[in-house]
T-cell receptor, first 111, second 113 residues
Framework: QKEVEQNSGPLSVPEGAIASLNCTYS??????FFWYRQYSGKSPELIMS????GDKEDGRFTAQLNKASQYVSLLIRDSQPSDSATYLC???????????FGRGTSLIVHP | EAQVTQNPRYLITVTGKKLTVTCSQN?????MSWYRQDPGLGLRQIYY???????DKGDVPEGYKVSRKEKRNFPLILESPSPNQTSLYFC????????????FGPGTRLLVL
């Protein structure tokens, strides 16, 4: 059984701070890793994908992947109240086309 | 505007009454899929389709059927709904080349009494 674990939160950070969201996964052959943002009552929206070890930066977002530790994280710099949402981690094993999602971490950015 | 649409958005039904939730995309995507989202369980894939007439089971296919007769449409069929199928359902699509960039529909909230 493939598992993707996330702390449900809520994670509360002040505006302007760095928010750090973490995700661990159980399937060692996982190859693709994604972060989705989901606002309350809305559908998930892909914000980052990462496939190789290291960091990947896109604007205020940085995804970090460590396959040896089976760990992927998302950093949000200069957090804004509009970043308040649930962040879903998803993991896919090569060629399966069946992503496994974590239960999500609720992030609250307070002014 | 590129989008995935679902209908209906909200549905209340009774046990055993067959229903269909439609999903349509206008991006010419090959890959389409259905998910259900439940509190404490996260998003789980029900079925997916790689192209017309090609469908396969996801993690939780029991009690559901799908069909892919046209590239743009991927309906979800509940032949005999039960209360444990009460959930929030999302349809998603992507191209196969960049299949991982899935675009989600707005969701269908289903209540089975």
């Amino acid at each position: 059984q493939k598992e993707v674990e996330q702390n449900s939160g809520p994670l509360s950070v002040p505006e302007g701070a760095i928010a750090s969201l973490n995700c661990t996964y159980s399937d060692r052959v996982s190859q693709s890793f994604f972060w989705y943002r989901q606002y309350s009552g809305k559908s998930p929206e892909l914000i980052m994908s990462i496939y190789s070890n290291g960091d990947k930066e896109d604007g205020r977002f940085t995804a970090q992947l460590n396959k040896a530790s089976q760990y992927v994280s998302l950093l949000i710099r200069d957090s804004q109240p509009s970043d308040s949402a649930t962040y879903l981690c998803a993991v896919e094993s090569g060629g399966s086309y069946i992503p496994t999602f974590g239960r999500g971490t609720s992030l609250i950015v307070h002014p | 505007e590129a989008q995935v649409t679902q209908n209906p958005r909200y549905l209340i039904t009774v046990t055993g009454k067959k229903l269909t939730v439609t999903c349509s995309q206008n991006m010419n995507h090959e890959y389409m899929s259905w998910y259900r989202q439940d509190p404490g369980l996260g998003l789980r894939q029900i079925y997916y389709s790689m192209n017309v007439e090609v469908t396969d089971k996801g993690d939780v296919p029991e009690g559901y059927k799908v069909s892919r007769k046209e590239k743009r449409n991927f309906p979800l069929i509940l032949e005999s709904p039960s209360p444990n199928q009460t959930s929030l359902y999302f349809c998603a699509s992507s191209s196969l080349g960049g299949w991982k960039t899935q675009y989600f529909g707005p969701g269908t909230r289903l209540l089975v009494l």
